[in-house]
């Protein structure tokens, strides 16, 4: 079954450090998407990404975030200087298309960034 | 998108039948239920979606009712891998906006 595939799988950090985490989408699928989960918390949209543009993005998304489709398979969240707050799991996610076609979202299995 | 409310937990028998229940009173007639289940810090899983029609697949069955005010998710012989946070959104198909995740339910299957 196809996945969507995260690294690295954990990450640590120095704060005011720039992290980049990467994520390989499904490969027909067209619509791509960052949550985080802080721990113990729950899931929290970040940014969608269409046709190489932001669709939507949430508060949380400020100017520190910026996301990047640099090639035909590669899907990149760039955090510019990392704050203690940053550290969650990120999780990438990507579905097919909208409509019956959008039958549910596939996510990866996350990438634990630690800010120390 | 649709308010939902979850229990924040139940328990289960190893082999019986899950049923965990969402409440979406507000749900309007372009919205459908879709339920996604988090295992233990991995990413959230898609589990079946449906409109007002009764579900089935592999993974489970889901329940609407008539007003469509409220659904159950059935996992029919719960294993200890099912263990899992499980999460009821109501959205509307064809949009590729976000998914909004609450608390959801987590279930613990007992051996």
């Known amino acids: 079954e196809p996945e969507v595939t995260q690294t690295p799988s954990h990450q640590v950090t120095q704060m005011g450090q720039e992290v980049i985490l990467r994520c390989v989408p499904i490969?027909?699928?067209?619509?791509f998407y960052w949550y985080r989960q802080i721990l113990g918390q729950k899931v929290e949209f970040l940014v969608s990404?269409?046709?190489?543009?932001?669709?939507?993005k949430s508060e949380i998304f400020d100017d520190q975030f910026s996301v990047e489709r640099p090639d035909g398979s590669n899907f990149t969240l760039k955090i510019r200087s990392t704050k203690l707050e940053d550290s969650a799991m990120y999780f990438c996610?990507?579905?097919?298309?909208?409509?019956?076609?959008?039958?549910?979202?596939?996510f990866g299995s996350g990438t634990r960034l630690t800010v120390v | 998108d649709a308010k939902t409310t979850q229990p924040p937990s139940m328990d289960c028998a190893e082999g019986r039948a899950a049923n965990l229940p969402c409440n979406h009173s507000?749900?309007?007639?372009?919205?459908?239920v879709y339920w996604y289940r988090q295992i233990h810090s991995q990413g959230p899983q898609y589990i079946i979606h449906?409109?007002?029609n009764n579900e089935t697949n592999e993974m489970a069955s889901l329940i609407i009712t008539e007003d469509r005010k409220s659904s159950t998710l059935i996992l029919p012989h719960a294993t200890l891998r099912d263990t899992a946070v499980y999460y009821c959104?109501?959205?509307?198909?064809?949009?590729?906006?976000?998914?909004?995740f609450g608390s959801g339910t987590q279930l613990t299957v007992l051996p």
């Open positions: 996610a990507s579905t097919r298309g909208t409509g019956r076609q959008g039958i549910g979202y596939t």
């Open positions: 490969s027909n699928h067209l619509y």
């Open positions: 990404f269409y046709n190489n543009e932001i669709s939507e």
């Open positions: 507000t749900i309007s007639g372009n919205e459908y």
């Open positions: 449906g409109l007002k």
């Open positions: 959104i109501v959205r509307v198909d064809g949009s590729a906006r976000q998914l909004t």
